[in-house]
């Protein structure tokens, strides 16, 4: 397929009805979901190609004690995947959180290797829970434990993708 133009934007009601069809067509039934959940709590941006919605993600900003950017669910549809809609997205996401937050979060199974490899090329770590909990707590996060913190994102999947915002010294 040709190089097109890619716009990615703030998602409108309608869009958003067209993303429950995307995730559905992406997702398996649990994370569909809880994907189709996040779309009354969380911010939406979508990628739009020639008309067609190819991808969206969704976050927020949490606060624990200390913000955090919460990337929540993010998906492209397969025939656009591997030209960095998923990147764009991702990094869209930070750009409208970053200047509230210490740090992202987002979340994975461990066999997820596309995504695993897209969240480590922008200077994710790939962690524990645990770790994750450790971090947070070090920023000042009220937390009691690892489960508090999944519990409180309402994020549940295998390894935590964690990255320190930059900017965060000077919050």
């Excluded at 900003?61 to 990147?87: E, P, S, T, W």
């Excluded at 066999?111 to 920023?139: D, H, Q, T």
């Excluded at 990255?163 to 965060?168: F, L, P």
Aim: hydrophobic share 45%.
């Amino acid at each position: 397929m040709s190089l097109c133009k890619v716009e990615i934007y703030e998602a409108s009601k309608r869009d958003l009805q067209l993303v429950k069809r995307l995730i559905r067509e992406i997702f398996d039934r649990w994370h569909s979901y809880y994907a189709e959940r996040g779309l009354a709590s969380h911010n939406v941006l979508v990628a739009r190609v020639d008309g067609l919605i190819v991808g969206f993600v969704q976050f927020k900003v949490v606060d624990l004690g200390v913000k955090i950017g919460h990337i929540y669910y993010m998906g492209v549809r397969r025939a656009y995947r591997g030209r960095g809609i998923g990147r764009t997205l991702v990094v869209r996401a930070e750009g409208c959180m970053k200047d509230h937050v210490a740090c992202f979060i987002a979340s994975t199974q461990e066999n997820n290797v596309p995504v695993l490899r897209l969240f480590r090329s922008l200077g994710y770590s790939v962690i524990s829970w645990r770790r994750a909990y450790e971090i947070l707590k070090g920023l000042g996060a009220e937390l009691e434990d690892e489960y508090d913190l999944m519990w409180k994102i309402y994020d549940y999947d295998d390894v935590a993708l964690l990255k320190v915002n930059k900017r965060v010294r000077t919050l």
